[in-house]
């Protein structure tokens, strides 16, 4: 079974231009998470959907990003026009739907962006 | 606010030592408490985990024991390996179907032969 996986691996733009990170879940996962890593820091929530909706959105840090999930399945982030502030990994994550706090979260293997 | 604390790093071992990284927590309720970690060049992965007090989680030679009454996850292991140098995080997730998880700032951990 495939995992989580995230495109691009790594990016670097200039600053002021746009990107967008892609992420496949886990086939059957209603939940899907984006998280963020600046460096040295810790990893911070973004935001969180379930199925299409957004269920969280309490972490995007401001509406310079835009994250969709269309249908359900994939879901990308958009970061317009990015800043230097934005460079970090973004991590994608994904679970099971359940009642149960121990559902294990899958994570990718994150999209390194750095922005000059 | 839900919180998770973790020792201050990085951690420099020799191969074959004992390992303990401290973490300790602040939540309501009774959440479930991870460790995950991040070797180089790859993603995070799920350590072990452990959903109630006094439950342990172990993997890879790997324990951590969740401590209500201390709020802790400490993570050990009795002789580490070159293999297992890396970023490990402690973190914590609510009780409930669709809660996130809470991470520490992680710790870089270095194993030299």
């Known amino acids: 079974e495939a995992g989580v996986t995230q495109f691009p691996s790594h990016s670097v733009i200039e600053k002021g231009q746009t990107v967008t990170l892609r992420c496949d879940p886990i086939?059957?996962?209603?939940?899907l998470y984006w998280y963020r890593r600046v460096m040295g820091k810790e990893i911070k929530f973004l935001l969180h959907f379930v199925k299409e909706s957004k269920q969280d959105e309490s972490g995007m840090p401001n509406n310079r990003f835009l994250a969709e999930r269309t249908g359900g399945t994939y879901s990308t982030l958009k970061v317009q026009p990015a800043e230097l502030e934005d460079s970090g990994v973004y991590f994608c994550?994904?679970?099971?739907?359940?009642?149960?706090?121990?559902?294990?979260?899958?994570f990718g293997e994150g999209s390194w962006l750095t922005v000059v | 606010g839900d919180s998770v604390t973790q020792m201050e790093g990085p951690v420099t071992l020799s191969e074959e030592a004992f390992l303990t990284i401290n973490c300790t927590y602040t939540?309501?309720?009774?959440?479930?408490l991870f460790w995950y970690v991040q070797y180089p060049g790859e993603g995070l992965q799920l350590l072990l985990k452990?959903?109630?007090?006094?439950d342990k989680g172990s993997n890879k030679g790997f324990e951590a024991t969740y401590r209500k009454e201390t709020t802790s996850f400490h993570l050990e292991k009795g002789s580490v390996q070159v293999s297992d140098s890396a970023v490990y995080f402690c973190?914590?997730?609510?009780?409930?179907?669709?809660?996130?998880?809470?991470f520490g700032k992680g710790i870089t951990l270095s194993v030299r032969p």
């Open positions: 452990a959903t109630k007090a006094d």
């Open positions: 994550a994904s679970s099971q739907e359940g009642h149960f706090s121990g559902n294990t979260i899958y």
């Open positions: 973190a914590l997730k609510r009780p409930g179907a669709n809660s996130k998880l809470t």
């Open positions: 939540a309501t309720g009774y959440p479930s």
């Open positions: 086939s059957g996962h209603d939940n």
